[in-house]
């Protein structure tokens, strides 16, 4: 069982930068993919970026390419997710989340664990 907390989110104008973080509890950590997940009001959860167990390989939704960045500290347990230039996209609530399987993938319904997410709002 990975039980996951995220933080970091808040209010961010267009064109600035935040940085989110995920902790996981567990001695497993350093073998799951982990991804990041976002959630606007009314619509469905989609993916933004994944990174396997050793940070080898990063994916990330066209929408983010060349903005954010996904890493990892499997000495801390913690996944991060760097945001820069960001958009004027309204609100939306970032959920980290944990796959059991090494290698990441960007389809939600593999990931086994999910935090309870953390808001990001970015203004104009």
């Known amino acids: 069982q990975v039980q996951l907390v995220e933080s970091g989110g808040g209010l961010v104008q267009a064109g600035g930068s935040l940085r989110l973080s995920c902790a996981a509890s567990?001695?497993?950590?350093?073998?799951?993919?982990m991804g990041w997940f976002r959630q606007a009001p009314g619509k469905e959860r989609e993916f933004v970026a994944a990174?396997?167990?050793?940070?080898?390989?990063?994916y990330y939704a066209d929408s983010v390419q060349g903005r954010f960045t996904i890493s990892r500290d499997n000495a801390k347990n913690t996944v991060y997710l760097q945001m820069n230039s960001r958009t004027p996209e309204g609100a939306a609530v970032y959920y980290c989340?944990?796959?059991?399987?090494?290698?990441?993938?960007?389809?939600?319904?593999?990931?086994?664990?999910w935090g309870q997410g953390t808001q990001v709002t970015v203004s104009t």
């Open positions: 990174i396997s167990w050793s940070g080898g390989r990063r």
């Open positions: 567990g001695r497993a950590f350093s073998s799951y993919a």
């Open positions: 989340a944990a796959d059991r399987r090494r290698e990441a993938t960007m389809n939600k319904y593999e990931y086994d664990y």
